[in-house]
């Protein structure tokens, strides 16, 4: 098993219910970290038994740019979703930041992850 880790994915979407938050884009930081079986791509150091972490982050980065959510959580689940569409992916985890969401806080963040067998988990 191997680990991937996507870190500090910075975008700008539309986050947030109050009227400033509609009408103007806000910073958000992703963090993915997602685990499969990489025996075949380590062994044979081809990339057509590997996880595709590039493609993945593609994906991740037009839905959220192109998204309009009203909560942290449901950012976070939508990402995590995206990422186990692969299904060599056995386990992931989605974190989201929104930076200045507090006054006298660096973030706000909410994380959920998953395991192939299982549901969501906050």
């Known amino acids: 098993m191997v680990t991937i880790r996507v870190k500090n994915l910075r975008l700008r979407t539309y986050i ?3 009227d400033e938050e509609v009408k103007k884009r806000q910073d958000v930081v992703i963090n993915i970290v997602f685990s499969y079986k990489a025996d075949e ?3 044979t150091d081809d990339v057509k038994y590997a996880v595709n972490y590039r493609t993945i982050t593609k994906k991740v980065i037009r ?3 192109d998204g309009r959510f009203m909560l942290l959580e449901r950012l976070a ?3 995590l979703e995206l990422v186990m569409e692969n299904p060599l992916i056995v386990r992931a985890e989605v974190e989201v930041d929104k930076p200045h969401a507090l006054r006298f806080s660096d973030s706000v963040s909410a994380s959920v ?3 192939r067998s299982g549901k969501a988990h906050a």
Do not use: I, L, P, S
């Open 16 to 18: 947030g219910f109050n």
């Open 41 to 43: 791509a380590a062994e």
């Open 63 to 65: 839905f959220v740019e």
């Open 77 to 79: 689940a939508d990402v």
């Open 113 to 115: 992850r998953q395991e």
